[in-house]
């Protein structure tokens, strides 16, 4: 827990002279997405609200937000904790990621597309892989589906995907083995953003709906084996 109240610490500094719950939600959002806090782990208020120095008020409306978001949960008499997903929420993602993502493809119009940002999170996974590190191309895989979100050009979407990515990586950090989980869908990524590069939006969706059934058995299967269906 020291490393990661240092951690917070540093970002003490993004609160800058407007210190508002939605802040302190977006800097725990992302530490919960990166790790710094695994499912089962409880969040202590003394120790975090000492480490960004906010208020014991500002803190619980950034845990309910979270709360909210189904990324904590609170249990009477014990505290807040990081939720532990069960097997039928990460089918629910991906019920929620299957309508979205693929409604996304479906409705993008003529090409050309604007593709930079896909384009960077391929790049970015090819260098993850390449040096091993496979927490990052996780990280790689979820920003590709971010930046393909984004595409629709929404800003609802995108506020709706950041909550359902970051309860995915719940179900991420759990797995034991993230090279094996994670590698095979660099090379889908590539196959997709070609698709989409080709102005072949029928095909990238093909590709995507394909890629999506694979995952949820992929993950549910290793999910189940490591945590259970009475999560």
């Not at 540093?10 to 992302?30: K, P, Q, Y």
């Not at 950034?62 to 249990?75: D, K, N």
Request: aromatic share 6%; net charge negative.
């Amino acid at each position: 827990m020291a490393e990661q109240l240092t951690g917070l610490a540093d970002d003490r500094a993004l609160l800058g002279r407007t210190s508002t719950a939605e802040r302190v939600s977006d800097i725990l959002r992302s530490r919960i997405a990166e790790g710094y806090f695994p499912p089962g782990t409880r969040l202590s208020e003394d120790s975090i609200g000492g480490a960004l120095g906010v208020s014991r008020n500002t803190l619980r409306e950034a845990f309910r937000l979270l709360t909210h978001e189904r990324l904590l949960v609170h249990e009477l008499n014990r505290g807040v904790f990081v939720r532990v997903l069960a097997v039928e929420d990460v089918e629910d993602i991906y019920r929620t990621r299957r309508l979205v993502e693929c409604a996304v493809v479906r409705g993008l119009g003529e090409p050309p597309y604007a593709l930079d940002g896909l384009a960077s999170a391929v790049t970015e996974g090819q260098r993850a892989a390449a040096e091993h590190d496979w927490k990052g191309l996780g990280t790689a895989n979820i920003h590709f589906h971010r930046e393909l979100v984004a595409l629709a050009g929404s800003e609802r979407t995108d506020e709706l995907m950041r909550s359902v990515f970051a309860e995915l990586r719940l179900a991420f950090h759990v797995v034991d083995d993230p090279r094996r989980l994670h590698e095979p869908y660099l090379t889908r990524n590539r196959q997709i953003l070609q698709a989409l590069q080709d102005g072949d939006r029928g095909e990238a969706q093909r590709l995507l709906e394909v890629y999506l059934d694979d995952s949820l058995e992929r993950v549910v299967e290793v999910y189940r084996r490591r945590v259970g269906d009475d999560a």
